[in-house]
């Protein structure tokens, strides 16, 4: 990482760092975890390398994007910490700053995202088209043709078109952006 993107990096994580300052390691946030077996580093170890700025192992690990929001382990800290917000402003570091090993899940949230915003809901078929027109490379879509097949002769989702125009939640979308500055 080049020390311009490292600088932004630690202004990125300061406020990530201040959140989870008071943790006394005592794993509840890892034994919670339903997603645990999915993470290469646990939720309490990632805590410890933030806390004594092992930033580069911290952002070796992709413990943070398997992070899937359940909040488990913020009902559950004994220090009342606010881990899930920690773990979206690690995954928005990861994003706000280009990070190459996180290109594909920043992608995807976008394309998620995205479809939300325009139709209130995941529209599935235009949403994972835009994610692999984003990744831009024609293998991919490869990889899960036979799921889509699948779930296409199952009824779980339809053909549609690509829809235009304004989309259902772009004011409250702007509004949040403009909350969170
Ligand atoms: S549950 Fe809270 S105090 Fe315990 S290790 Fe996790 S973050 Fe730290
Ligand atoms: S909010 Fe994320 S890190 Fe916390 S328990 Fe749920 S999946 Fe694990």
């Given at each position: 990482m080049g020390q311009a993107n490292n600088e932004l990096l630690l202004k990125q994580i300061e406020p990530v760092k201040e959140m989870i300052k008071t943790c006394i390691q005592c794993g509840t946030c890892t034994a919670s975890c339903p997603n645990i077996e999915f993470m290469d580093i646990t939720p309490r170890h990632m805590w410890r390398l933030l806390l004594t700025d092992h930033i580069d192992a911290l952002f070796s690990s992709k413990s943070f994007i398997m992070c899937s929001s359940c909040y488990y382990c913020t009902l559950r800290c004994p220090r009342g910490l606010e881990l899930t917000n920690a773990m979206s402003l690690l995954k928005q570091a990861a994003s706000k700053l280009k990070l190459k090993k996180f290109k594909s899940s920043s992608l995807f949230y976008k394309a998620f995202l995205d479809s939300v915003k325009k139709?209130?809901?995941?529209r599935e078929m235009e949403f994972m088209t835009h994610y692999f027109i984003s990744m831009k490379n024609p293998v991919i879509p490869f990889g899960y043709a036979s799921l889509g097949l699948k779930l296409l002769a199952k009824g779980k989702i339809r053909p549609e078109l690509p829809s235009g125009g304004k989309g259902k939640l772009d004011a409250l979308f702007e509004k949040v952006a403009e909350l969170e500055g």
């Amino acid at each position: 990482m080049g020390q311009a993107n490292n600088e932004l990096l630690l202004k990125q994580i300061e406020p990530v760092k201040e959140m989870i300052k008071t943790c006394i390691q005592c794993g509840t946030c890892t034994a919670s975890c339903p997603n645990i077996e999915f993470m290469d580093i646990t939720p309490r170890h990632m805590w410890r390398l933030l806390l004594t700025d092992h930033i580069d192992a911290l952002f070796s690990s992709k413990s943070f994007i398997m992070c899937s929001s359940c909040y488990y382990c913020t009902l559950r800290c004994p220090r009342g910490l606010e881990l899930t917000n920690a773990m979206s402003l690690l995954k928005q570091a990861a994003s706000k700053l280009k990070l190459k090993k996180f290109k594909s899940s920043s992608l995807f949230y976008k394309a998620f995202l995205d479809s939300v915003k325009k139709h209130g809901r995941v529209r599935e078929m235009e949403f994972m088209t835009h994610y692999f027109i984003s990744m831009k490379n024609p293998v991919i879509p490869f990889g899960y043709a036979s799921l889509g097949l699948k779930l296409l002769a199952k009824g779980k989702i339809r053909p549609e078109l690509p829809s235009g125009g304004k989309g259902k939640l772009d004011a409250l979308f702007e509004k949040v952006a403009e909350l969170e500055g």
